[in-house]
C-alpha cells in the first residue's frame, strides 16, 4: 500500500473528511465525552481559521482516497514573541492504514516538514487519555512538557 501525503486545503476536503473525523470521535473520544451527535463538526469554525491563515491540514490518501489527517493551528507563541507554533487539533489514520505500523509517524514526519516550511518553529503534540501517542511522539523527539487536565462545566 502506497501512502501519500499533502497539505490540503479544509474546504476542499470538508466532506470527504466528515466520515474519519466520526470514526476518530467514536475511537478516542465518545467513551469520555459521548455521542458526535452531540458535538457536531464546526465546519465553520475550521472554515474561518483557514481563512485566518492559521489552520494547517496535511491528509494521507491511498489511490486518491482520504485516510487520515493531522490538523494544527498556527499562532505566534506569547510567551516567545517572533516565534510561530503549531498545536495539534487532530490527528486520525484509518484501521487500514493502520495496519502500516510506521503510516502515522511517516504522516507526522512529513506534516512536521511543511510545517517547518511555513515558519513554525515548534509543534505542540496532545493525545486523549484513551489512547496515548506518547512513544509515537518520543519518536519523533518530542518532550513532555506539561499535563493537561480537563473538567466538564
Known amino acids: 500500500m502506497s ?3 499533502a497539505v490540503e486545503s479544509y474546504s476542499f476536503i470538508r466532506d470527504e473528511v466528515a466520515p474519519l473525523a466520526v470514526a476518530h470521535w467514536q475511537e478516542t473520544e465518545e467513551a469520555m465525552y459521548g455521542s458526535q451527535t452531540a458535538v457536531p463538526m464546526t465546519h465553520p469554525m475550521y472554515e474561518a481559521m483557514e481563512q485566518g491563515g492559521v489552520l494547517h491540514v496535511v491528509t494521507a490518501r491511498v489511490d ?7 490538523a494544527y493551528c498556527l499562532s505566534e507563541n506569547l510567551n516567545m514573541p ?27 514526519r512529513w506534516a512536521e516538514d511543511s510545517l517547518r516550511q511555513r515558519g513554525v518553529s515548534g509543534i505542540g503534540y496532545n493525545s486523549p ?17 506539561e499535563t493537561v487536565w480537563y473538567k466538564e462545566l
Open 82 to 108: 517572533g516565534r510561530v507554533t503549531a498545536s495539534a487539533l487532530a490527528l486520525y489514520m484509518s484501521r487500514e492504514i493502520r495496519a502500516d505500523a510506521f503510516a502515522a509517524l511517516r504522516l507526522l
Open 129 to 145: 487519555a484513551s489512547r496515548p501517542c506518547d512513544a509515537l511522539y518520543r519518536r519523533l523527539g518530542a518532550r513532555i512538557t
Open 64 to 70: 486518491g482516497v482520504l485516510h487520515g489527517y493531522a
Open 3 to 5: 501512502i501519500s501525503f
